[in-house]
């Protein structure tokens, strides 16, 4: 119980603390003054002043904020900041970067997580082992049997299963020839792959070429220095970015229900869930979530990241602030959304739990 409570808290706390720790960098830089550094919210543990500025670690690692000189355009700034370290008297650009800076350092923790992962685990692959051959089908018809390696497809090699997938669908329902190994004797087979409607990682009904084989779910670590596990790690971040802005589109489409948005409860549980598991898990987990993070932020909504920047972006074209009452209107707006949205994945989180009791 207590490692569980550990990880969740330093998991969220160091998403949150490198999420602020890039708007603070990036202000710094640019030599804007900082008051307040602050990571977490509630009682205050303890604080400490260092330079001009304050740093305080308050009880609940559920958010964080980096308060800067004359930041919005009614703050009063500190007679002890020269107006060259205010906030707002700074470049558009400037800003622009600095409200940035927090998101882009969540992406960027997600590639330092996968990189210290890949470099220290090696890349997992599916073997391209057959697990299951399904009646009726193309395989079964061909003569593949459970147990088969499958050695290349058309005459091309295949390290992994993923590899032999994606050649099956992107055969367009054109015959393949897989050579495999059984029994330590190779053996080639012709397919011809047949349109099945299946459903994809977000609900959604698609044909696609298949021959009727399953996986054994066998796997393998293959080894990767340095410089192959920073960019594969790359890769792996591209990716969860893709997936996660697309899983917001399908959202916004009604694909996917929104009684599968999760809050703090449900990532509480994930991490420790994952905590189990093994260190390994939660990293991967961490990675996950802090590019969830810097994605929503980067949404265009007023209060997060994505609102300010997208003020600042008409600012430039403009070339004129944003009026303050259109600002303070639709920041109304967005935060009365972010509420909502809170209160639904709350109510998410307590119905599926209590579900989980009464199942």
């Not at 409607?197 to 009727?212: A, D, I, Q, R, W």
């Not at 596990?229 to 899983?247: C, D």
Request: net charge neutral.
């Amino acid at each position: 119980m207590i490692e569980s409570i550990l990880a969740v808290a330093l998991v969220l706390g160091g998403l949150i603390f490198f999420h602020e720790l890039g708007h603070f960098i990036a202000a710094r830089a640019f030599g804007m003054g900082v008051t307040t550094f602050s990571l977490g919210f509630g009682p205050k543990i303890f604080g400490f002043t260092r330079g001009k500025t304050r740093y305080i670690l308050s009880a609940i690692p559920l958010g964080g904020y980096v308060q800067l000189v004359a930041q919005d355009p009614d703050d009063t700034a500190p007679d002890d900041f020269p107006p060259e370290t205010h906030f707002r008297l700074r470049p558009a650009w400037q800003r622009m970067i600095v409200v940035a800076a927090g998101p882009l350092f969540n992406f960027f923790l997600a590639w330092l997580l996968f990189w210290g992962l890949l470099a220290a685990e090696g890349r997992f692959e599916v073997l391209p082992v057959v697990g299951q051959v399904q009646k009726d089908s193309p395989a079964a018809a061909a003569g593949l049997v459970a147990g088969d390696t499958v050695i290349n497809i058309n005459g091309v090699p295949v390290p992994n299963w993923d590899t032999l997938a994606t050649a099956i669908r992107g055969s367009d329902g054109k015959p393949v020839t897989l050579t495999v190994n059984r029994d330590g004797k190779d053996a080639t087979f012709t397919l011809t792959p047949t349109l099945r409607t299946v459903k994809n990682l977000f609900g959604e009904e698609e044909s696609v070429p298949l021959v009727g084989i399953v996986a054994s779910g066998k796997t393998r670590a293959v080894p990767l220095g340095a410089g192959s596990a920073a960019t594969e790690a790359v890769k792996q971040t591209w990716n969860v970015v893709v997936v996660t802005y697309t899983g917001l589109l399908k959202l916004i489409e009604r694909v996917v229900p929104l009684d599968s948005i999760g809050g703090p409860i449900m990532i509480a549980q994930m991490v420790s869930k994952q905590a189990g598991e093994g260190l390994g898990n939660v990293v991967a987990l961490a990675a996950l979530i802090s590019v969830n993070l810097g994605v929503l932020n980067l949404l265009p909504i007023p209060v997060l990241d994505g609102g300010h920047l997208l003020f600042y972006a008409l600012e430039i074209i403009m070339r004129k602030p944003v009026s303050p009452r259109m600002r303070q209107l639709t920041t109304k707006l967005g935060l009365a959304f972010l509420i909502g949205l809170m209160l639904l994945a709350t109510v998410n989180d307590i119905r599926r739990n209590l579900s989980l009791i009464n199942g």
